[in-house]
């Protein structure tokens, strides 16, 4: 099985109104700084190593003693820098950190390692820096090309530094994936089409469409309880799905998860593994991660402490990064395995469900919510419409 | 507390004075009940609080009566040693059948009117019962104290009444107990004494039986001939059931044993039977050994005025349902149920109550006492629906409304009778009217106040007419009815179906020409209260198979999370169980998920306007 590791950076220049990541704007970092975070990040991947990697050092590392020596073997085959904004950090930072990486277990060599960024954050030469030292893949956070969209959603760039970042990347060989979000307060179905019009005009290898969801513990979450901005509209926000999974499909990218869409050959492969039951190690402040079930322990999750300056501590002393963790039951795992893999265009296998999920497949189709002919072949695939109300679907399964 | 001079059994009729407080509600009977037992020194100073008589939680936190309380209370006039029994009475129209009992047990009244309301429906309710009764009535004036009192104006206006003179009013404050001491005293001396045989054989009167976890039974009884003495043996005149008098005592107003009770007495008796059933208010006691002939005149038993559906918000407390209606019942005997079954609400009861206090009341102690989440469904009254064939049945829940060719639909009415200012007497007739009243008289009681009088069919005024007529009158207007029989009516039933099926729950019987109203605010109000489904779906109302308003819930089209969510599958499964959690709690209508909380508020808003208030 396939091996990640995921580096969340928890720092932003400043923090969007609509944003509940674990994420630290500039003067809310309370002393921690990005230098700090650095040697914290590098501490907790060779904690990751003695415990994976195997050795004698294993056991004195509590939170994850149930998977100690699991596997002798590792090496790593996707690495994703998310945050936050990786790319708050300076590009030599970025590679010391994927160095630390290569040092514990070794990247495979078709692995895949993406940094995340926000287009007004990174230049050619810094992508250039990124791709010499074995990045492949950028994924920038565009969410729309009307300035009114983006001047809503507190983003700090414009449309040209899309463009810019763009042409960067490629030029230095990295593939592109851009995030949208559409469904933001005052976008109409005419704005949300003109932002993947020109998302497909910078022929990117992969999208990501994001239907925006105001959190309570936002400012726009704020706004949003006294009144000041409309709730989202979720009709709207079917249409836009609808015209951007087509114009998506006939401009050469299928879907393969409910908001991801990709050329051939160019899927996330790390995201994947999240959704495919696969192991990761998350390093950083708020970053989780997961290992499967194994010899003697069960299948578990666990994540890291939020605050960098306690994480920083923790890791400085020695102790686990570790706040919380959940031991998933069986049911618990084959329910995360339902509500993930429904999402995927391979979906689910039909015969592998339990009986009283298998009797609501004929309803589901009959609704239109699962593909009929798939289903003659035994696999569960949501149609458009049912990607729109997979929430659904999952309740009937579970 | 003061040795009683004249002790139980053995104290003579002619000093003996049995009477109750009767008034409108919150006139102030039980804080007059207070002052008495302070006065007479039963209750001693530092062990007072108000409204002692008012025991159940439910009746304090609501500061209204709802059982009737007995005392025995001695009090000296002219250095004679008397024994006064008194009864507080509740004032609320649902309970007013606790008055009639307590009226059996007496001699004699008094009269209690708020000297700054003047005289209220249930003040002539009441009295009318009492004057049935021969009872001597003693009208007294309360709450003197008060700034807004008026005491010369309703002094005339209850010798206007009673046909007395103005300055035989009695003025009282249960406040500061002005006047209370001579208010006793004129008891003393106009109360007439009981006047049975104490050498006849025992008959004593059952007003009361209560259900006590820990003594069982406890019957509450006014002794009329012969007496009762600890370990006689007694039997029930109407069963001819026999049983050993365990303990006997009277009330003081706390319960003590005694060794009996003579003949003009009232006390309670403890048998040891556990079901209050087989010691019926309304019975005669008499001794197994030397037995009466004939029986007092009993009560009618409390009918049901008003239906209600009352399921277990969770399917499984269902037993617990039962057990906790029975428990209550013990105490209640006005409480009726029956089990039944919806298709939207699974398995509960049609319980009958005396009218919508009586139905919020029973509720809330079932939550409270025995922890259960319920659901009521609207209220209704009951009819009589007669077919062509001339087959007629007795309908107390709308869902089993007969279909088919109907003859006759009957419903209740009552004698309604309204008290307030003659300025809104305009309003009232309007009220009246728009209610299918038919006005049967008006008189006025002063040049200010009439007191009119309409016949009105019982669905008409059972649920919010109280409040309507309240407002109407800027809170001035009081009520009071009494079913007087049934008559005719052009009544349908009107079904609500959700995406073509019924929802028994929501059939409702209304006049003809308020079905159409009544089918348009409840599909709304579902439209509201439905989520969206994955499909669209109509919600109907109709008259058999006519549908006379619909709305329709449109399709749901996105219900998917489609936010980066990154590695955090934890918080998504929770939203899902969550979700799920949120699923066990809706019932399934066709195959519409409908929430309990919709049901709930659907039905709410028939049983809100006026439940939470008191008359
Ligand atoms: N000022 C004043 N208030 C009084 C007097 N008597 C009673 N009240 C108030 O009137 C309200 C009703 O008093 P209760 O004694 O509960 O009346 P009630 O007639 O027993 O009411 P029900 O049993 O519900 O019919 C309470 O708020 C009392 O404090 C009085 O003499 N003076
Ligand atoms: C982990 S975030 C960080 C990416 C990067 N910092 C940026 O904002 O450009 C990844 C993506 O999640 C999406 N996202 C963030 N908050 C969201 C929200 N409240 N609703 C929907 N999508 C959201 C955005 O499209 C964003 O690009
Ligand atoms: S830049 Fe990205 S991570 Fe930072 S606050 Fe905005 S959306 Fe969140
Ligand atoms: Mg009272």
């Given amino acids: 099985m396939a091996f990640g590791v995921y580096v969340h950076v928890p720092f932003c220049a400043t923090r969007c109104g609509y944003c509940d990541f674990v994420t630290y704007a500039l003067g809310e970092w309370g002393g921690a700084t990005l230098e700090g975070y650095v040697e914290a990040a590098l501490g907790e991947i060779g904690l990751a190593r003695r415990v994976l990697g195997g050795g004698s050092q294993v056991n004195t590392v509590s939170h994850v003693d149930t998977v100690s020596q699991a596997n002798p073997v590792f090496h790593v085959d996707t690495v994703f820098f998310g945050g936050g904004t990786p790319t708050m950090l300076r590009p030599e930072a970025l590679v010391r950190l994927l160095d630390g990486i290569r040092d514990a277990w070794g990247l495979a060599d078709d692995a895949e390692v993406t940094a995340e960024a926000n287009p007004d954050s990174v230049t050619g030469e810094t992508l250039a820096r990124l791709a010499g030292a074995g990045f492949t893949r950028v994924s920038l956070g565009m969410q729309s090309a009307v300035g009114s969209v983006l001047a809503t959603l507190d983003r700090t760039h414009g449309p040209e530094n899309v463009t810019r970042a763009v042409e960067g990347a490629r030029a230095a060989g990295l593939d592109v994936s851009l995030d949208l979000i559409y469904g933001t307060p005052g976008e109409g179905l005419s704005e949300w089409r003109e932002t993947v019009a020109a998302a497909l005009v910078l022929a990117p290898d992969h999208v990501s469409a994001y239907s925006l969801v105001i959190e309570p513990a936002t400012r726009m979450g704020a706004a949003l309880a006294r009144g000041e901005i409309a709730p989202v509209d979720p009709d709207l926000q079917a249409e836009m799905y609808e015209a951007a999974d087509e114009a998506f499909a006939s401009a050469g990218y299928d879907w393969y998860e409910v908001s991801n869409w990709a050329r051939e050959g160019h899927r996330c492969r790390h995201n994947l593994g999240y959704w495919t039951g696969g192991d990761w190690w998350g390093v950083g402040p708020g970053a989780h991660s997961h290992l499967g079930a194994g010899e003697g322990r069960p299948a578990t999750r666990w994540w890291n402490v939020k605050h960098p300056l306690e994480y920083g501590e923790r890791i400085a002393s020695g102790a686990s990064p570790e706040e919380g963790r959940e031991a998933l039951s069986g049911e618990q795992s084959r329910i995360e395995a339902v509500m993930l893999g429904v999402r995927l265009r391979e979906g689910l296998d039909a015969a592998a469900l339990p009986e009283a999920a298998r009797d609501a497949l004929p309803a589901l189709a009959g609704d239109g919510l699962i593909d009929e002919a798939a289903l003659g072949e035994g696999r569960l695939v949501l149609t458009r419409r049912g990607r729109l109300l997979a929430d659904v679907v999952v309740r009937a399964l579970t | 507390m003061p040795a009683d001079p004249n002790s139980p059994a053995s104290t003579p009729q002619a000093v003996i004075r049995n009477f109750c407080i009767i008034a409108h509600i919150d006139h102030g009977k039980s804080t007059l009940a207070d002052r008495m037992l302070g006065l007479t020194g039963v209750v001693e100073q530092r062990a007072m609080r108000e409204q002692y008589l008012d025991r159940m939680d439910i009746e304090r936190e609501r500061g209204i009566t709802i059982k009737a309380q007995a005392v025995r209370l001695p009090w000296k006039v002219e250095g004679v040693d008397y024994t006064l029994n008194m009864i507080d009475t509740p004032g609320h129209v649902d309970f007013t059948y606790e008055v009639s009992r307590s009226l059996a047990a007496c001699e004699g009244a008094v009269l209690l009117v708020d000297s700054a309301q003047g005289i209220e429906a249930q003040t002539l309710a009441n009295l009318y019962l009492a004057m049935a009764d021969d009872l001597t009535i003693i009208p007294v004036l309360n709450k003197i104290d008060l700034p807004a009192a008026d005491p010369d104006r309703y002094a005339a206006e209850l010798a206007g009444l009673l046909g007395c003179d103005p300055a035989d009013v009695l003025r009282v404050s249960g406040k500061t107990g002005a006047g209370v001491a001579a208010l006793l005293d004129r008891i003393v001396r106009e109360v007439p004494a009981p006047t049975g045989d104490p050498d006849a054989p025992t008959r004593a009167m059952i007003f009361d039986s209560v259900y006590d976890t820990y003594r069982g039974v406890v019957t509450y009884v006014r002794v009329v001939d012969g007496g009762l003495k600890a370990r006689d043996r007694i039997t029930m005149m109407s069963t ?38 087989r010691s019926r208010v309304g019975d005669t006691v008499t001794g197994a050994a030397r037995q009466a002939t004939t029986s007092l005149g009993g009560y009618r038993d409390p009918k049901p005025m008003v239906y209600s559906g009352l399921y277990p918000i969770d399917g499984s407390d269902y037993p617990d349902l039962r057990d906790a209606l029975e428990r209550l019942q013990l105490n209640d005997a006005a409480l009726s149920f029956e089990p039944e079954t919806s298709v939207a609400l699974g398995f509960g009861f049609r319980c009958g109550f005396l009218g919508l206090l009586h139905l919020e009341i029973v509720r809330e102690r079932l939550e409270r006492e025995s922890d259960l989440d319920l659901i009521s469904t609207a209220p209704n009254v009951v009819y009589t629906v007669t077919m062509e064939d001339g087959t007629s049945t007795t309908v107390t829940n709308p869902s089993e409304f007969p279909e088919g060719k109907i003859r006759e639909v009957r419903e209740p009415v009552v004698r309604a009778t309204v008290i307030a200012p003659s300025e809104y007497i305009g309003t009232i007739m309007e009220l009246c009217q728009e209610r299918r009243g038919v006005l049967q008289s008006m008189d006025y009681l002063s040049e200010e106040r009439v007191e009119i009088r309409y016949t009105l069919p019982l669905g008409e005024i059972i649920f919010d007419f109280f409040d309507a007529l309240k407002s109407r009158t800027r809170g001035y207007g009081s009520l009071d009815y009494e079913t007087i029989g049934d008559q005719a009516a052009d009544l349908v039933k009107v079904d609500i179906l959700l995406q073509g099926e019924k929802v028994d729950a929501f059939s409702a019987v209304v006049h003809k020409d308020e079905a159409y109203a009544y089918g348009v605010r409840l599909t709304d109000k579902l439209r509201q209260l439905i989520p969206r489904q994955q499909f669209e779906v109509p919600i ?61 508020a659907a039905l709410g808003t028939y049983d809100e306007p006026q439940a939470k208030g008191k008359k």
């Fill in chain 2, 540 to 600: 109907q109302a109709a008259i058999g198979s006519r549908v006379i308003a619909r709305e329709t819930i449109r399709a749901l089209r996105k219900d998917v999370l489609a936010k980066c969510y990154g590695g955090d599958i934890s918080r998504k499964r929770k939203l899902l169980e969550k979700q799920k959690e949120g699923k066990k709690r809706m019932k399934t209508i066709g195959r519409v998920e409908v929430p309990q909380e919709a049901f709930i």
């Fill in chain 2, 240 to 277: 001819r059931a026999t049983h050993e008098l365990l303990e006997i005592g009277v009330i003081s107003p706390e319960p003590k044993a005694m060794k009996g009770l003579g003949a003009g007495e009232v006390g309670y008796l403890i048998t040891g039977v556990k079901d209050v059933r």
